[in-house]
Protein backbone atom coordinates (compact mmCIF):
# COMPACT_ATOMS: atom_id res chain seq x y z
CA UNK A 1 0.00 0.00 0.00
CA UNK A 2 2.01 3.31 -1.10
CA UNK A 3 1.42 6.94 0.58
CA UNK A 4 -1.17 8.22 -2.00
CA UNK A 5 -3.73 4.93 -0.99
CA UNK A 6 -3.47 5.86 2.33
CA UNK A 7 -4.56 9.35 1.90
CA UNK A 8 -7.50 8.25 -0.55
CA UNK A 9 -8.34 6.01 2.12
CA UNK A 10 -8.77 7.84 4.90
CA UNK A 11 -12.14 10.46 5.63
CA UNK A 12 -12.23 13.84 4.53
CA UNK A 13 -11.21 16.09 7.69
CA UNK A 14 -12.85 19.68 6.86
CA UNK A 15 -14.54 19.24 3.64
CA UNK A 16 -16.29 17.02 1.48
CA UNK A 17 -13.41 16.38 -0.61
CA UNK A 18 -10.69 16.22 2.13
CA UNK A 19 -8.74 19.14 0.64
CA UNK A 20 -7.82 20.46 4.18
CA UNK A 21 -5.73 17.09 4.06
CA UNK A 22 -4.10 17.86 1.22
CA UNK A 23 -2.94 21.34 2.38
CA UNK A 24 -1.78 19.87 5.75
CA UNK A 25 0.24 17.11 3.88
CA UNK A 26 1.82 19.72 1.70
CA UNK A 27 2.49 22.27 4.57
CA UNK A 28 4.13 19.70 6.50
CA UNK A 29 6.61 18.73 3.41
CA UNK A 30 7.32 22.55 3.03
CA UNK A 31 8.27 22.28 6.90
CA UNK A 32 10.47 19.63 7.00
CA UNK A 33 11.99 21.33 3.88
CA UNK A 34 12.36 23.98 5.10
CA UNK A 35 13.86 23.23 8.76
CA UNK A 36 15.63 20.36 7.79
CA UNK A 37 16.97 19.26 4.33
CA UNK A 38 17.58 22.95 2.99
CA UNK A 39 20.11 23.79 5.57
CA UNK A 40 21.40 20.08 5.39
CA UNK A 41 22.38 20.94 1.70
CA UNK A 42 23.82 24.19 2.58
CA UNK A 43 26.25 22.61 5.38
CA UNK A 44 27.32 20.26 2.80
CA UNK A 45 27.93 23.07 0.10
CA UNK A 46 29.98 24.81 2.48
CA UNK A 47 32.08 21.61 3.79
CA UNK A 48 32.69 21.14 -0.05
CA UNK A 49 33.85 24.36 -0.55
CA UNK A 50 36.03 24.54 2.58
CA UNK A 51 37.51 20.98 1.35
CA UNK A 52 38.33 22.86 -2.33
CA UNK A 53 40.47 25.77 -0.72
CA UNK A 54 42.67 23.84 1.02
CA UNK A 55 46.26 25.69 1.70
CA UNK A 56 49.63 23.77 2.05
CA UNK A 57 50.55 24.93 5.69
CA UNK A 58 47.15 25.45 6.69
CA UNK A 59 46.45 24.01 9.82
CA UNK A 60 43.10 21.32 10.04
CA UNK A 61 41.31 18.87 12.13
CA UNK A 62 40.46 16.07 11.05
CA UNK A 63 37.05 14.35 11.35
CA UNK A 64 39.18 11.95 14.23
CA UNK A 65 40.24 14.73 15.96
CA UNK A 66 43.89 14.92 15.01
CA UNK A 67 45.16 18.38 14.75
CA UNK A 68 48.18 19.30 12.27
CA UNK A 69 49.08 21.21 9.21
CA UNK A 70 48.64 20.09 5.42
CA UNK A 71 52.22 19.69 4.01
CA UNK A 72 50.85 18.22 0.02
CA UNK A 73 47.42 18.38 -1.42
CA UNK A 74 46.74 15.56 -3.96
CA UNK A 75 43.20 15.06 -5.61
CA UNK A 76 41.82 12.69 -2.99
CA UNK A 77 44.38 13.05 0.02
CA UNK A 78 46.43 15.10 2.30
CA UNK A 79 49.77 14.62 3.30
CA UNK A 80 49.12 15.90 7.34
CA UNK A 81 52.06 16.69 9.53
CA UNK A 82 50.64 15.67 12.96
CA UNK A 83 54.55 16.60 14.40
CA UNK A 84 57.88 16.96 14.26
CA UNK A 85 58.58 14.87 10.96
CA UNK A 86 55.86 12.57 11.47
CA UNK A 87 53.43 13.04 8.64
CA UNK A 88 50.41 10.71 7.71
CA UNK A 89 48.50 10.72 4.52
CA UNK A 90 44.52 10.89 4.75
CA UNK A 91 41.73 11.35 2.50
CA UNK A 92 40.20 15.12 2.07
CA UNK A 93 36.42 14.13 2.98
CA UNK A 94 38.43 13.21 6.66
CA UNK A 95 39.27 17.53 6.64
CA UNK A 96 36.65 18.59 9.09
CA UNK A 97 37.80 22.05 9.66
CA UNK A 98 40.37 24.22 10.06
CA UNK A 99 41.98 24.59 13.26
CA UNK A 100 41.43 28.35 13.41
CA UNK A 101 38.00 28.21 12.93
CA UNK A 102 37.56 25.58 15.71
CA UNK A 103 39.61 27.52 17.76
CA UNK A 104 37.25 30.33 17.83
CA UNK A 105 34.47 28.58 18.08
CA UNK A 106 35.64 27.01 21.76
CA UNK A 107 36.04 30.14 22.64
CA UNK A 108 32.37 31.62 21.69
CA UNK A 109 30.79 29.10 24.19
Request: net charge positive; aromatic share 6%; no cysteine.
Amino acid sequence: MNLTSVFLLQAPAAGPDGSWTLIMVVAMIAIMYFFMIRPQNKKQKEIANFRKSLQVNQKVITAGGIHGVIKEINDNDVMLEIASNVKIRIDKNSIFAAASDANSNQAAK
